[in-house]
C-alpha cells in the first residue's frame, strides 16, 4: 500500500464515490484507511460524566484500501501508482496517467544504478 498519512486521494467505491479528502489514519494489518468527511456514521452516546449533555457524536470509519485511489498533483484527477528506480539508483513513486513522480521511496543504491 502506497498510501501515507496526509496524502490526498479520492474514493471510488461505495456510497461516498467521488468524494476527496485527505487520510487520517491507516492501518496496514486490515488494509483500511480513515479518510477525512468519508463514510461517516453517527455513534450514539449516553450522558455521563465526561459528556453530561449525550447525544450523538459524527465520526469516521475505516474504508478499504482498494477503494481509494492517490490525487496525481499536475492533472489533479485520481491515478494509479507505481515504481520506479531511477538512475542513481533511487526508487521512487510514479503516477501511471502521467509518469509524475510523486515520492522517493528509497535513497540512491548503486545496486539498482544503470551502468554507463
Not at 496526509?6 to 496496514?28: H, I
Not at 455521563?48 to 450523538?56: D, E, F, I, L
Amino acid at each position: 500500500m502506497f498510501i501515507r498519512k496526509d496524502d490526498t486521494v479520492e474514493v471510488l467505491a461505495g456510497d461516498d464515490k467521488g468524494k476527496r479528502g485527505k487520510v487520517l489514519r491507516l492501518n496496514r494489518e486490515s488494509n483500511k484507511v480513515v479518510i477525512e468527511g468519508v463514510n461517516r456514521v453517527y455513534r450514539h452516546l449516553k450522558p455521563s460524566r465526561t459528556n453530561p449533555q449525550g447525544g450523538r457524536l459524527s465520526k469516521e470509519m475505516p474504508i478499504d484500501a482498494s477503494n481509494v485511489a492517490l490525487i496525481d498533483p499536475t492533472t489533479n484527477k485520481a491515478t494509479r501508482v507505481g515504481v520506479k528506480y531511477l538512475k542513481d539508483g533511487s526508487k521512487v513513486l510514479i503516477a501511471k496517467k502521467s509518469g509524475t513522480t510523486l515520492r522517493t521511496l528509497s535513497k540512491p543504491n548503486p545496486k539498482y544504478a544503470t551502468k554507463k
